[in-house]
């Protein structure tokens, strides 16, 4: 970066005066510096410390491949022309494989290391999924021992991803819409369908954590209802679908019936004048 020392010159009146300078980021001038090189480095009529803007510089421009970039003026939004020192062949050399390997190579590496365990995770459970899910743990080890491919490397697997993508379908959104477009049926006689602008049908949100622990707990939850609800169906895996449906149902009307009704008092909720007797009933509720 060009060092600019000598301060300024104004004229007035055919003498010539020098004027103060006064750092923009640490806001000490001439006389306070205690002879601090000064820059201009862009349109702005402000005048800077090199240390001060090479401070800022180097906090704006320190990345994890301490790569160098571009620095812009915060006022006029020039770009500082900063001079670096050339490096030699060698020095060149070390910082394109040192930023080829830290911007791609890892990366790269992360993410095959990421769905590798991701994939290791869902075979892991649905092995242990299948055997809760048909009580038998002699023929998993059995698939296991002989390498059949096709279990383990297909099968296995997509038993997680059919327990997400299930618990991801929105099917108590869609049966309690449906509910709800029959307004006398489920809202009685008060449902005034000449409401202008009705609240929206109530919608379920799903969050990742939910949908995945949802999903991961399924299989568990299916077989102990099962074995309580159908201890007399001799299947385990015929008990453990019984018992994964009516769980399922069981949660989804409990669901729909408190959003039902979460959905009935919007419906019938009033703005109410702020008066004193209104502000002694809402005290009351």
Request: aromatic share 10%; charged share 20%; glycine share 6%.
């Amino acid at each position: 970066m060009a060092r600019n020392v000598a301060a300024p010159q104004a004229l007035a009146g055919g003498d010539s005066m020098e004027v103060e300078r006064r750092c923009w980021m640490c806001f000490q001038t001439d006389k306070e510096d205690g002879g601090l090189a000064w820059v201009n480095p862009c349109l702005c009529d402000k005048w800077v410390h090199e240390s001060c803007v090479s401070l800022m510089i180097d906090e704006m421009t320190r990345t994890v491949d301490n790569d160098l970039q571009p620095v812009s003026c915060p006022f006029c939004v020039t770009e500082y022309n900063i001079s670096y020192p050339n490096l030699g062949i060698f020095d060149r050399a070390l910082k394109l494989t040192n930023g080829l390997i830290l911007k791609h190579f890892y990366n790269c590496l992360a993410i095959v290391f990421t769905v590798a365990f991701a994939y290791l995770s869902a075979t892991s459970f649905g092995a242990i999924t299948y055997m809760q899910i048909t009580g038998q743990e002699g023929r998993v080890h059995q698939i296991i021992q002989s390498g059949d491919l096709l279990h383990i490397l297909i099968v296995f697997p997509c038993i997680s991803v059919v327990l997400i993508l299930g618990r991801m379908i929105p099917w108590e959104d869609a049966l309690l819409r449906f509910i709800i477009s029959l307004p006398r049926i489920c809202l009685g006689p008060e449902y005034d369908q000449t409401e202008p602008y009705p609240p929206p049908a109530p919608m379920k949100e799903n969050s990742g954590s939910r949908v995945f622990c949802g999903a991961i707990l399924l299989p568990t939850i299916s077989m102990y209802v099962g074995r309580v609800l159908y201890s007399s169906v001799d299947d385990k895996l015929q008990q453990t679908l019984f018992g994964g449906l009516t769980f399922i149902a069981i949660k989804g009307i409990l669901k729909m019936y408190l959003m039902h009704n979460q959905y009935i008092r919007r419906m019938q909720s009033r703005v109410l004048d702020y008066t004193d007797e209104n502000l002694v009933e809402l005290d009351g509720h």
